[in-house]
């Protein structure tokens, strides 16, 4: 889901979700989901939802269901660190402290997204800092974290370039007002292939592994901080009132379930 989708309700009537759930939901548009294919796992969080419950939830449920999968992989729409648009930046950032903690306990090895429609790839990350560098590599061995993967645009590439820089966390770009991006993956026993191509384009223009030997390879399994206790607690209400005010504002246009 993306927040283009949420200023309607027809997500539904378009998307027939795998693992759909719609108790403890407070999103109107749909709520998170999951799918295994062969030994990966992976989740679709709805980045628009700020309730943190249901992303609890969702993780708890498809993890217990599926303990034996490798391969852990997280779909949101929004980028956490694509360092593109620094008008974004604080939504990211609140993002992040929502999302991380729960992309470390799990031991995520690879989250993908989109929103700034520029191409991304992080470094090596655990607890929203950089545990290993990758510029200039072509593949990681046992990461002690997850990568950050910004899938660029499909439809809509942006048309400039000023301003936009990537931010710290970022180990490869590619900015084009052209290039439609879509990226492959390929999973070959220990290791999982990212190849990025451009549309029309025969070669990638980039291509990065993960190689990890066993389920968790070396990434940290860590707890929730302290404070997430809080942070349930009030996005559980702040999640209920958006939500009742996001609906409102759809009546009032004359758009109904």
Known sequence: ????????????????????????????????H?????????????????CLGDHIKTFETAFS??????????????????????????ENRLLANLLVPLIDKYGIDL?????????SRSHILHNKKIVEKTDGKSETTNPKGTIF?????????????????????CAADHISTDDRIYNIFDFQGDRLTVRSYAMGKKEPFEVFSIVKHGLDGAHPRTKFPVYYGLYRAITFIYGLINNRIEINRLHKKG???
């Open 1 to 32: 889901v993306g927040n283009h989708d949420k200023k309607n309700f027809v997500y539904t009537y378009f998307f027939n979700n795998p693992n759909y759930k719609i108790d403890g939901s407070h999103s109107f548009i749909g709520s998170d």
């Open 34 to 50: 999951w799918f295994t294919h062969n030994n990966a796992l992976f989740l679709c969080i709805d980045s628009n939802n700020s």
């Open 65 to 90: 269901e599926n303990p034996g999968c490798k391969w852990k992989i997280l779909m949101i729409h929004h980028d956490l660190y694509g360092g593109h648009n620094k008008n974004r930046s604080r």
């Open 111 to 119: 989250v993908t997204g989109g929103h700034s429609h520029y191409y």
């Open 149 to 169: 993967l910004a899938s660029g645009s499909v439809n809509c590439p942006r048309n400039t370039k000023k301003g936009y820089l990537p931010g710290p966390e």
């Open 255 to 257: 758009i109904k379930e």
